[in-house]
């Protein structure tokens, strides 16, 4: 590997000092004047006739400049059938949390005031509620129309792959989406099969827990051009969605990214559209801000799922043949990664034969939305647990099983294309000697009391992601270089687009500057989201650093009266390569580009990309947990995160995707669930209900970073948000059965359901 | 000439709809929470020892937060000598205006009260007014130091051109910079000359005179950061300076043009750093807005200047010799156009010998600033109406005389630096027809009474300002394209670049959007001025938009399956040339550049240009006026306006350029002077006392544009700003001797100088 100057190494993140110091604008921070402030009234059911509206009593507090139902605001495309362009109820509410009344008001205490005020009569009717009674030829409708198109959000984080091929037969009247995945004989290859294993796997809603809530405030020029500043993964298609759902053209529309107070995912444009036209209708300022509780019932959430799982093996080992049935419940609109999670399911292995059919069920609940790793992380709960049973059957290890048939370059997906090159095998083999310490230090320990421990381990990766983008590397007259993005920085991307500028350039890394523009005038990036920034943003940064070197050195080249390819520039100053004392400084060079009358075009790089290779990524993981069984409580002891990141630009930061999305994925395996009771209202509605893993259940987890060089991201870096989330459920569910010899099959593995495995009747205790 | 299909046109302007119905926002417009109010003491003396200030009283008015002088503020270079660095008086106060203390308040009306009781003690010394008695050895000394440099506003406007060659002799104290301009034996060609006539000239200060007086508004990030919003002709220009006189880095100064309210070259910074100062200072937000009054005071006006000339010629009207002394008072600062506007005396005719020698002298007066045509204007009204002098003498018709010997491509200026190609010759013969009419309807008009009509004309030029730049032209989403600049529309200069763009492209004028960055993210442009925006920025939006057409071309080639060179985008549309129905739109294009998965790189058109070649040009004027010999009121009754514009991109534009500049040269000529007591007190405060042109003082006026292209600019066209004010003053003159018979030496022409002169020895009356 070439030696690097500045990419490779750890550096704190530029985002850190406004952010510990508090001094971050978020947009919640932004103090607009004559700023109204809008609240929704929110179904409080599932499923409803709106009966009758009267907004009189509320339109009649102080302060309050307007009540409006989505009939009264200008959206271009009533009833479209997408979340996007329709946020409100119409004359029905699908769910409990569908807006139905947007109250305008001069402060929030009066539009809260107004809330209570707004009288809704309801007709409410049955709501479909779970996914699998939903699929149920008596369900109730969740509503009329059936859209069969796959969300964007799913192509957004899908990353591609392609899906399956569609089925023309009747469907259950709640299906929006449904895909079959086959390749072989897969009822002869389950017969031929030595072993055959099944299980079902169900895991629940969750949040993606992001500690701002949905925000947007919305500015309008009395011309009639909005300028929307909002918490948001992606300025260009948030952009594009509000101009359609205002029926505006784009160039009306401004979206200004500010500082994103998490997102996972889950902000990829949802109130955004419903704020501007308030503040169209009203011809002023809003800022509509999410309560705690509005985000927990009226934002996009990761969606429930079930998965039936059939494997079949070969008495060596082979594992042969995997037949699944995937349903995913998108709530009241589609939006789930149905697509990407039964693309991923049969795609871990060398399988001869699969057959997976999935299915998107709507019903009476908080609408899909996307949460790191979508799709993936609830197909790699079904399948690596499935695989585990299946070693447990034939007798092997666990890591030997997978080992042995663990995907590689080539190996066909469920939808029968080869991955490309891929580092799963490498991180296997990274894991394996943890992996046997885990095991030889759960054999040392004490079992005589309650307390039993287990080891359990699994595998998944991500496809990654793939975007155009532009990025600018402009000089500066101080000699330092401006990189000029259209990019949110959601996870400490700019720190690594920050190295990559300076290592391309020659350049200290104080001298880079990191800025953005705007909607429309910015460099066109997409979303931050899907493990793709860093690989498609990063190459262009990459590109426009080296384009804006190449501009210097030709001016340096008469400068310093020598060839180009005499020249480098190091740590800032252009040398003559061999002939050090014959150097020119960047300020001398950016002299000669601006100011009255001087002779050289001004240096200003321009990097794009368009990869259209993905560099999936994988991981492997190996925990430890000590599990109470009287209390049923599990502890995490131990956990090992090995990851293919390509090349770490960063690695301290890649670190601290990969920690934190091991915490997420405990998060999910033990703590964290949307509950909702039968009629369709949901339980969960703070952070009191809802358990987000906290410092206190983070363990000492040890971050691998394996690099398998992409051939096409920056350095040979990949994307590396999702994956580390993906393994999470399975290794802790597996490490679980390793210690009581009952499996869980639903996440969260709560402490109840830890001691109902034991005394139930699959329970071996 | 080629045919265009926008370029050539007249359209509106893209910013009148915003201003014409009163929603551009301007600086003063900008709500900021918890934003300052900064007022600043001026001194009402023009030369005073700074005794004491007590700011006790002032501190105590409710609303005040603080009261500061210069040494309290966080300047880097304090007594710097620049004005830009070292706004506020220190322990002297150098002209009446300058600023000594700064009140920052909650209020203006809390910082007005305040301003009252500030208590300074003055200890008032003799002051240097005028600035002939200002050279004389015994004169005043306006201040201790004496700075040498040229200024760097009259290098950015002056647009080069090489100063003449310094002196190594003993100077007055006050004189701050000189040059002597040479060629051959001077006093060898006068002797020779069959014909001298010399007179000496007098113009006074005049005011900018733009709507929107100097207003800045500056917020600073807890961080350390700051951005200035200000209604400036130049960000990065503004930025480097801010940061210069803070001692910041350049990359922790924003600053963002606000739409400006005229300036007219009066706002390359001036309040900025003083304004972003007191910010740093308070830790708040502050806005620093002029009164009328204090923009008379303190800002930066064009300068007062004396020209001594003498003009020889041989029989035949060959003009042969021009000796000359310029002096420009300077004010407290330097910051004249001495250098441009000693240059250009000696360049509109062909001499064979000169001798030029010019000085810059300080005065305790308002510093000097650049005015539309700086120096230029002056010495027009210097040699013009000598070079009629030398017609009268010679017996020869003005015309004619002009013609015989006026400058052309290869004709040495006063630097022996040749002209480049020039259009002034094609103005004269498109005047010439005109001229004579006017001349005939003279002729006809009774003048029986006390009514005299006469007739002038007067030509003159500028070199044309450069400066590299950069432009943007991106492809969005939905066919249209943004352009994105760094430069500032100054006057109009949005509307040309979108109608470039749009035939460099190919694209109906309404899908081409014009936007803009900040100094942070904004492509490089130089200051709106100096004629050289359309010149500069304007190539740059040619190749930029060229740039993103082979762009979209090189993706429409694998679509349409279509040679590059067969493809052609028309009206927005991508065709294969004689085959029309093969094509497809810039939507489809952009398509496949954007979203998750798209193989293109997004189109992003990048343009630099780096013109090292000036395109000077020239306008010829003439006018027919009526003097009352009664009452000396002079009325404009016919003008006529021919210049070089290159080629006009936009005609109705360019018109208004000239129409502007005529007017404003019409307000030099009769009305506008800033008026000085002899103790240094300035009396024109307000535009009660200033008398600028209103609508009722604008005669009709024929704008003739003549189209000498450019081998530079964007299709032929050059910089259209300065000229048309250049050849007002002297051409009014000229008709006003016409008509009299006695020549007005001084502006402005008023009543009772034009009566004066009747009256006077030098009267032929």
């Avoid at 080992?317 to 999670?341: E, N, Q």
């Avoid at 075009?601 to 259209?612: D, F, H, L, Q, R």
């Avoid at 630009?649 to 909702?676: D, F, H």
Wanted: one cysteine or more.
């Amino acid at each position: 590997m070439p030696e690097y100057a500045v990419v490779g190494k750890s550096i704190p993140r530029v985002d850190g000092p406004e952010k510990v110091t508090g001094q971050a604008r978020f947009t919640g921070d932004l103090r607009i004047p004559g700023l109204l402030q809008v609240r929704l009234v929110l179904s409080p059911y599932a499923n409803a006739r709106i009966v009758r509206i009267d907004t009189s009593e509320a339109e009649k507090v102080p302060g309050v400049v307007g009540v409006y139902r989505a009939t009264d605001l200008p959206f271009a495309e009533p009833d479209s059938g997408s979340r996007k362009r329709d946020f409100m109820a119409r004359d029905r509410a699908l769910y409990h949390g569908h807006p139905v009344v947007a109250v305008v008001a001069e402060t929030g205490a009066a539009a809260e005031d107004a809330l209570a005020l707004v009288e809704v009569e309801y007709d409410p009717q049955d709501a479909a509620v779970d996914l699998l009674e939903a699929l149920k030829p008596d369900a109730p409708k969740t509503r009329g129309e059936k859209p069969l198109e796959e969300s964007a959000e799913a192509a957004m984080h899908g990353g591609g792959g392609g899906g399956g091929s569609d089925e023309h037969v009747e469907l259950p009247a709640n299906v929006s989406s449904n895909l079959h995945f086959t390749r072989g004989d897969i009822e002869a290859e389950l017969a031929a099969a030595d072993v055959v294993v099944e299980n079902v796997y169900r895991l629940p809603m969750v949040h993606q827990g992001y500690m701002e809530p949905q925000v947007v405030a919305v500015t309008v020029d009395p011309l009639g051009d909005i300028t929307v500043y909002t918490s948001t993964q992606a300025i260009f298609y948030t952009r594009n969605e509000i101009a359609a759902a205002l029926g505006l053209s784009q160039s009306k529309v401004k979206v200004v990214a500010m500082t994103i107070g998490g997102g996972f995912g889950g902000k990829f444009m949802l109130v955004e559209a419903l704020a501007a036209a308030v503040a169209v209708k009203v011809g002023r300022s809003v800022r509509l801000e999410y309560t705690r509780m509005d985000d927990f019932l009226a934002a996009n959430p990761a969606p429930p799922s079930v998965w039936e799982i059939k494997l079949g093996a070969k008495k060596d080992g082979t594992i042969t043949a995997m037949k699944a049935r995937v349903v995913f419940d998108t709530g009241a609109y589609s939006g789930s990664p149905l697509s990407i999670g039964s693309l991923l399911l049969g795609s871990s292995y060398n399988y001869a034969a699969i057959d997976i059919r999935g299915y998107e069920v709507l019903t009476n609940k908080t609408p899909a939305g996307a949460y790191r790793g979508p799709g993936a992380v609830q197909q790699a709960f079904a399948s690596e647990s499935t695989v585990d049973m299946l070693a447990e059957k034939l007798g092997m290890d666990p890591f030997e099983l997978r080992m042995k048939n663990a995907a590689d370059e080539g190996t066909l997906r469920s939808n029968n294309v080869p991955w490309p090159k891929i580092g799963l095998k490498q991180c296997m083999t990274e894991l394996e000697g943890h992996y046997k310490d885990l095991v030889a230090k759960k054999q040392r320990a004490d079992s005589s009391g309650t307390i039993r421990q287990g080891v359990g381990m699994a595998l998944g990766g991500w496809p990654g992601g793939i975007e155009p983008a532009t990025a600018i590397c402009r000089l500066n007259g101080d000699g330092t270089v401006s990189v000029v993005l259209g990019s949110v920085d959601l996870s400490g991307t700019d720190t690594s687009f920050k190295q990559i500028a300076a290592e391309a350039f020659g350049m200290p890394l104080d001298n880079v500057l990191m800025t953005r523009g705007d909607s429309t005038n910015a460099p066109y990036s997409g979303g931050a989201g899907g493990s793709k920034t860093l690989y498609t943003v990063g190459l262009a940064v990459q590109k426009a650093a080296e384009d804006a070197k190449q501009q210097v050195l030709q001016i340096a080249s008469g400068v310093l009266e020598a060839d180009l390819d005499d020249l480098e520039i190091v740590d800032g100053l252009v040398r003559v390569k061999g002939a050090p004392e014959k150097q020119t400084t960047l300020q001398k060079i950016a002299s000669l580009t601006m100011g009255p009358g001087s002779p050289k075009e001004p240096v200003y790089g321009k990097g794009s990309s368009a990869i259209t290779n993905q560099s999936p990524a994988f991981a492997a993981h190996a925990t430890r947990v000590a599990v109470d069984t009287e209390t049923g409580k599990v502890k995490i002891l131990d956990y090992v995160a090995c990851q293919d990141v390509g090349f770490a630009i960063n690695p301290a930061e890649v670190e601290g995707q990969i920690v934190g999305g091991v915490v997420q994925g405990i998060g999910q395996a033990l703590y964290e669930k949307m509950a909702y009771d039968e009629s369709g209202q949901i339980t969960t509605q703070t952070f009191l209900d809802y358990a987000l893993p906290a410092a206190m259940h983070a363990p000492a987890i040890t971050a691998i970073q394996v690099e398998v060089a992409s051939d096409y991201g920056p350095y040979g870096a990949k994307g590396v948000g999702e994956p580390p989330l993906i393994p999470c459920m399975p290794a802790i569910a597996n490490a679980i059965y390793d210690a009581i010899g009952t499996r869980p099959t639903e996440v969260p593995m709560l402490p109840q359901t830890i001691i109902d495995g034991l005394n139930g009747k699959n329970g071996k205790h």
